[in-house]
């Protein structure tokens, strides 16, 4: 029998995954282990078998991921730690603010509460449109998905944990089913940062992901019905703008198209799932 794949013409490009076959005991039925070296695993009857097919599975997994989108020119591990580093406190600050805006709201300085009130910035803040909105730029705007994954998680760690400790600490009171909610949603960020990196690409694959995200956003902006239609604040309008930018295509044509059909698949989603965050 042959071993191994090599000098019989195999694409280079297979890598570790290749076919062996071994030297058998035709009369008992068992291998002799006279295989090539390097197989994990022997077959009875000289049968051909992977040796590493998770192996084969990850370069797979890689390419249909890099024909979505490719990652961006790599950055020094300086670079990547000073914008992780940055984007925790933005998250830190933006939770503490948040959170201030929240308790203060009768003691704020002049020109923030007339902000405040004209505006109602504690309440927004207190919504999902606009932290969705963060982290889709953070994921959009990271080197790789890798990197979105573990901003993102950096951001909403930093952000959900200044609020709560300050409820607890400074508020005098710690809201537990609202703060599980969220300690849930920062467990599964890193995977939904993963996804959302990849809307950005130029596939088709890529166009539907940007739809189905920006429908989830016009949920969370929108209230409607059969006979209404209504904002959530003017501010979650600018926020649905804002994604639509961050996300749009080429072409004006496509982007329309794509807004057009996030609409479609919101519609379809509160059929299917009535309750929105936010």
Same mark, same amino acid.
């Given at each position: 029998?042959?071993?191994?794949?090599?000098?019989?013409?195999?694409?280079?490009?297979?890598?570790?995954?290749?076919?062996?076959?071994?030297?058998?005991?035709?009369?008992?039925?068992?291998?002799?282990?006279?295989?090539?070296?390097?197989?994990?695993?022997?077959?009875?009857?000289?049968?051909?078998?992977?040796?590493?097919?998770?192996?084969?599975?990850?370069?797979?997994?890689?390419?249909?991921?890099?024909?979505?989108?490719?990652?961006?020119?790599?950055?020094?591990?300086?670079?990547?730690?000073?914008?992780?580093?940055?984007?925790?406190?933005?998250?830190?600050?933006?939770?503490?603010?948040?959170?201030?805006?929240?308790?203060?709201?009768?003691?704020?300085?002049?020109?923030?509460?007339?902000?405040?009130? *004209?505006?109602? /910035? +504690?309440?927004?803040?207190? &919504?999902?449109?606009?932290?969705?909105?963060? %982290? @889709?730029?953070?994921? #959009?705007?990271?080197?790789?998905?890798?990197?979105?994954?573990?901003?993102?998680?950096?951001?909403?760690?930093?952000?959900?944990?200044?609020?709560?400790?300050?409820?607890?600490?400074?508020?005098?009171?710690?809201?537990?089913?609202?703060?599980?909610?969220?300690?849930?949603?920062?467990?599964?960020?890193?995977?939904?940062?993963?996804?959302?990196?990849?809307?950005?690409?130029?596939?088709?694959?890529?166009?539907?992901?940007?739809?189905?995200?920006?429908?989830?956003?016009?949920?969370?902006?929108?209230?409607?019905?059969?006979?209404?239609?209504?904002?959530?604040?003017?501010?979650?309008?600018? *926020?649905?703008? /804002? +994604?639509?930018?961050?996300? &749009?295509?080429?072409?004006?044509?496509?982007? %329309? @198209?794509?807004?057009? #059909?996030?609409?479609?698949?919101?519609?379809?989603?509160?059929?299917?799932?009535?309750?929105?965050?936010?």
């Amino acid at each position: 029998h042959e071993h191994g794949g090599a000098g019989r013409g195999e694409p280079s490009g297979w890598g570790d995954f290749r076919l062996c076959h071994d030297l058998c005991q035709p009369r008992t039925g068992k291998c002799t282990g006279a295989g090539v070296a390097g197989c994990g695993k022997c077959c009875v009857g000289c049968t051909a078998f992977v040796t590493n097919n998770s192996e084969f599975v990850r370069v797979i997994m890689i390419n249909f991921l890099n024909d979505i989108r490719n990652a961006e020119n790599p950055i020094s591990n300086n670079r990547k730690l000073i914008n992780t580093i940055a984007i925790l406190f933005l998250g830190i600050a933006l939770g503490t603010f948040s959170k201030y805006l929240d308790f203060r709201q009768t003691e704020l300085p002049g020109v923030l509460m007339a902000i405040n009130g *004209v505006l109602d /910035i +504690g309440n927004f803040l207190g &919504r999902f449109a606009i932290w969705i909105l963060i %982290a @889709l730029c953070i994921s #959009i705007y990271s080197n790789s998905a890798i990197r979105a994954s573990i901003n993102v998680f950096v951001f909403f760690v930093g952000m959900v944990a200044s609020y709560y400790l300050y409820s607890n600490y400074i508020a005098g009171f710690f809201p537990r089913s609202y703060a599980m909610i969220w300690f849930g949603f920062t467990a599964v960020s890193p995977l939904l940062a993963f996804v959302c990196w990849y809307a950005k690409g130029k596939s088709k694959l890529a166009f539907i992901l940007s739809a189905l995200i920006l429908a989830v956003l016009f949920n969370m902006c929108f209230v409607y019905g059969c006979w209404y239609f209504n904002a959530k604040s003017v501010l979650e309008v600018i *926020v649905f703008i /804002i +994604g639509l930018i961050v996300l &749009r295509r080429d072409t004006l044509r496509s982007s %329309a @198209l794509m807004g057009t #059909i996030s609409i479609v698949l919101a519609v379809l989603l509160d059929m299917v799932i009535p309750f929105h965050f936010g």
